[in-house]
């Protein structure tokens, strides 16, 4: 029997969720069952129905915004589009905050740290035209847009830095989310920066500290492979140290 | 790791995979062969190709094993950064005198 069939003959959920901040323990809730029930869906239920103080964090809930990622029975996930019939073995949801980044309260962490590291990666476009000049054309078959494109859909959930060995070891490394963000730059025909962002990110926080263990990819919700990106920048960056193009 | 020291990993371990593949290939040779310690020294003492050989290998299994015990110090320990850099380079040094020590008793004497 699987773990989705199982579910469904409960008819109660028992929710485990993490309540308080860093210092917090888990509390269990009673939380009926609904068919494509998301663990959106329970943690809602909870804080409408029988806790109004929960704090956790939503917006969209069709998996556009990327806010509402949490720990779901170990692993983390975008809890809008995640049912529980895939995750709820035995009926059972173990429910926290994001892992590698402070908790705030409850399922709410705060986020600044994981943002912070896209600056640090500049993750930020750097013009090359002014709006006087004509609209750039970029040719959607070139490798450098294709390489782009595949790594552009990241909707900064923070799934990728949650689920990281290396973020968890290491706290000065930028980690998945920021690499993949300065990849699609390093790949934009239109971005002036990059000298400045391989520099950036070739120091001892950067994407050499990744040991490629690909739990980035495995949970990303959008399918993204962080891996790839990250091993294609320690290329970058390499032929970019030796040509004397970047310093340390 | 920054690029610098990703690239001393990665060129070590580039150096070391022939290496690795020929030492392995001669402790068959020796083995399926009967050879004893007289009969193996008889043939690396004075050889030229077998100290240049082994010294390479020692010197890059220095390098590429410190930087690898690098990272694990400072993944694993609270050690700060010069202490961890402190601690690989005594490895690396240590690796090298005793990798050095053993190809010249092999070649040397």
Same mark, same amino acid.
């Given at each position: 029997?699987?773990?989705?069939?199982?579910?469904?003959?409960?008819?109660?959920?028992?929710?485990?969720?993490?309540?308080?901040?860093?210092? *917090? !323990?888990?509390?269990?809730?009673?939380? &009926?069952?609904?068919?494509?029930?998301?663990?959106? =869906?329970?943690? @809602?239920?909870? $804080?409408?129905?029988?806790?109004?103080?929960?704090?956790?964090?939503?917006?969209?809930?069709?998996?556009?915004?990327?806010?509402?990622?949490?720990?779901?029975?170990?692993?983390?996930?975008?809890?809008?589009?995640?049912?529980?019939?895939?995750?709820? *073995? !035995?009926?059972?949801?173990?429910?926290? &905050?994001?892992?590698?980044?402070?908790?705030?309260? =409850?399922?709410? @962490?705060?986020? $600044?740290?994981?943002?912070?590291?896209?600056?640090?990666?500049?993750?930020?476009?750097?013009?090359?035209?002014?709006?006087?000049?004509?609209?750039?054309?970029?040719?959607?078959?070139?490798?450098?847009?294709?390489?782009?494109?595949?790594?552009?859909?990241?909707?900064?959930?923070?799934?990728?830095?949650?689920?990281?060995?290396?973020?968890?070891?290491?706290?000065?490394?930028?980690?998945?989310?920021?690499?993949?963000?300065?990849?699609?730059?390093?790949?934009?025909?239109?971005?002036?920066?990059?000298?400045?962002?391989?520099?950036?990110?070739?120091?001892?926080?950067?994407?050499?500290?990744?040991?490629?263990?690909?739990?980035?990819?495995?949970?990303?919700?959008?399918?993204?492979?962080?891996?790839?990106?990250?091993?294609?920048?320690?290329?970058?960056?390499?032929?970019?140290?030796?040509?004397?193009?970047?310093?340390? | 790791?920054?690029?610098?020291?990703?690239?001393?990993?990665?060129?070590?371990?580039?150096?070391?995979?022939?290496?690795?593949?020929?030492?392995?290939?001669?402790?068959?040779?020796?083995?399926?062969?009967?050879?004893?310690?007289?009969?193996?020294?008889?043939?690396?003492?004075?050889?030229?190709?077998?100290?240049?050989?082994?010294?390479?290998?020692?010197?890059?299994?220095?390098?590429?094993?410190?930087?690898?015990?690098?990272?694990?110090?400072?993944?694993?320990?609270?050690?700060?950064?010069?202490?961890?850099?402190?601690?690989?380079?005594?490895?690396?040094?240590?690796?090298?005198?005793?990798?050095?020590?053993?190809?010249?008793?092999?070649?040397?004497?």
């Amino acid at each position: 029997m699987t773990a989705g069939t199982n579910v469904a003959v409960n008819t109660e959920l028992s929710v485990s969720l993490w309540r308080g901040a860093q210092d *917090g !323990r888990y509390e269990t809730y009673r939380v &009926p069952q609904r068919a494509s029930q998301t663990v959106l =869906d329970v943690v @809602t239920f909870v $804080q409408r129905h029988i806790d109004p103080t929960l704090s956790y964090r939503f917006a969209c809930r069709v998996g556009v915004c990327g806010s509402c990622a949490m720990t779901v029975n170990g692993k983390p996930r975008w809890t809008c589009r995640t049912h529980v019939a895939k995750v709820a *073995g !035995r009926g059972k949801l173990e429910i926290g &905050p994001l892992a590698n980044l402070p908790v705030i309260k =409850d399922l709410t @962490t705060e986020m $600044q740290p994981f943002f912070e590291k896209w600056q640090q990666a500049k993750g930020v476009f750097a013009p090359t035209k002014t709006r006087h000049d004509a609209v750039a054309q970029i040719e959607p078959d070139t490798p450098a847009r294709k390489a782009a494109d595949a790594a552009i859909e990241c909707i900064n959930c923070g799934v990728c830095y949650a689920a990281c060995d290396t973020v968890r070891w290491n706290s000065d490394y930028l980690g998945p989310a920021a690499l993949t963000r300065a990849w699609t730059l390093v790949n934009d025909e239109r971005d002036g920066g990059n000298t400045a962002r391989l520099q950036a990110i070739a120091g001892a926080g950067g994407c050499h500290a990744c040991h490629s263990h690909q739990s980035c990819q495995e949970l990303c919700p959008q399918a993204l492979n962080p891996t790839a990106t990250i091993a294609a920048l320690k290329r970058r960056t390499a032929t970019a140290y030796l040509k004397g193009e970047i310093k340390l | 790791m920054n690029v610098r020291v990703y690239l001393w990993q990665r060129a070590t371990a580039a150096v070391m995979t022939p290496l690795v593949v020929v030492h392995i290939a001669v402790i068959f040779y020796a083995t399926r062969h009967g050879m004893s310690a007289i009969d193996i020294l008889a043939r690396t003492r004075g050889s030229i190709a077998w100290a240049a050989f082994y010294s390479v290998f020692v010197l890059a299994v220095s390098i590429h094993a410190s930087i690898g015990v690098r990272n694990v110090l400072s993944e694993w320990t609270p050690l700060n950064e010069r202490r961890v850099d402190a601690c690989a380079v005594f490895f690396g040094l240590v690796l090298v005198v005793l990798g050095l020590r053993a190809v010249a008793a092999v070649v040397l004497w």
